[in-house]
């Protein structure tokens, strides 16, 4: 799993980066909203924490940019000394999924990660999943169009399973071999783009059935649900 925190006080970011680092997830701070919109839609990320006060924008105009720009829905956590009902409501009309006022606790703010994170891979815990035409066997991990099974190693599964999960967002390289690998390999490695070729292949991903599997030049992939009934 991985974190992006929008966070200007070094001290702050120490601090959830111990936390972090307990629940085994990889945290990458940004110090400027500048940082941040530079490298964030280039990358890939299960939750984002930001803070309200930074010193070139606010974290609302952020958030703001979060749901408008980017094509796929990631929670997003506010952790902020602003404590007013206000600006409670105001982050939450925007799109923020939760909210803390520092100082943080650590109980607290470790349970708000987990619930965040959990609640957006509500199928981790089902037994099948279904992307017409598609239907995945969690248990027996099989994956099979129109009822047919279809022959898949190990690592083509996973590969499989995180696109389908991850619909519509763009998954860079570098977070697909963390995740499906096990490792920050180099970014030129043709490991990714071989196997994504064979799964488009296996699987016949393809707008006539309703998903298309894109490379992003230089980013890395998306797969998208076409939809159909749109003459």
Same mark, same amino acid.
Do not use: C
């Given at each position: 799993? $991985?974190?992006?925190? &929008?966070?200007?006080?070094?001290?702050? =970011?120490?601090?959830? #980066?111990?936390? !972090? *680092?307990?629940?085994?997830?990889?945290?990458?701070?940004?110090?400027?909203?500048?940082?941040?919109?530079?490298?964030?839609?280039?990358?890939?990320?299960?939750?984002?924490?930001?803070?309200?006060?930074?010193?070139?924008?606010?974290?609302?105009?952020?958030?703001?940019?979060?749901?408008?720009?980017?094509?796929?829905?990631?929670?997003?956590?506010?952790?902020?000394?602003?404590?007013?009902?206000?600006?409670?409501?105001?982050?939450?009309?925007?799109?923020?999924?939760?909210?803390?006022?520092?100082?943080?606790? $650590?109980?607290?703010? &470790?349970?708000?990660?987990?619930?965040? =994170?959990?609640?957006? #891979?509500?199928? !981790? *815990?089902?037994?099948?999943?279904?992307?017409?035409?598609?239907?995945?066997?969690?248990?027996?991990?099989?994956?099979?169009?129109?009822?047919?099974?279809?022959?898949?190693?190990?690592?083509?599964?996973?590969?499989?399973?995180?696109?389908?999960?991850?619909?519509?967002?763009?998954?860079?390289?570098?977070?697909?071999?963390?995740?499906?690998?096990?490792?920050?390999?180099?970014?030129?490695?043709?490991?990714?783009?071989?196997?994504?070729?064979?799964?488009?292949?296996?699987?016949?991903?393809?707008?006539?059935?309703?998903?298309?599997?894109?490379?992003?030049?230089?980013?890395?992939?998306?797969?998208?649900?076409?939809?159909?009934?749109?003459?």
């Amino acid at each position: 799993m $991985k974190i992006g925190l &929008l966070e200007d006080e070094q001290s702050q =970011i120490t601090l959830i #980066r111990q936390w !972090v *680092d307990e629940l085994g997830y990889t945290l990458q701070p940004f110090k400027t909203g500048a940082e941040f919109r530079q490298h964030v839609a280039d990358d890939s990320f299960d939750l984002f924490i930001l803070d309200w006060n930074l010193p070139d924008t606010t974290g609302i105009d952020i958030l703001d940019w979060l749901r408008s720009t980017l094509d796929w829905q990631v929670p997003v956590l506010f952790i902020t000394s602003r404590d007013s009902e206000q600006d409670i409501v105001k982050a939450l009309d925007h799109g923020s999924d939760d909210y803390i006022i520092k100082p943080v606790n $650590k109980d607290i703010t &470790l349970a708000r990660i987990k619930a965040l =994170i959990r609640r957006s #891979r509500a199928d !981790v *815990d089902a037994d099948f999943i279904n992307f017409e035409p598609y239907n995945i066997n969690l248990r027996e991990r099989i994956i099979s169009l129109n009822d047919e099974p279809v022959k898949l190693t190990n690592k083509e599964f996973e590969l499989a399973l995180m696109l389908f999960r991850h619909s519509g967002r763009l998954i860079s390289r570098a977070y697909i071999m963390q995740e499906v690998w096990g490792t920050k390999a180099d970014l030129k490695t043709r490991t990714v783009d071989t196997h994504i070729s064979r799964i488009r292949s296996k699987l016949g991903l393809s707008p006539d059935r309703g998903w298309q599997l894109s490379s992003v030049y230089h980013h890395g992939y998306r797969l998208s649900k076409i939809d159909l009934t749109v003459t």
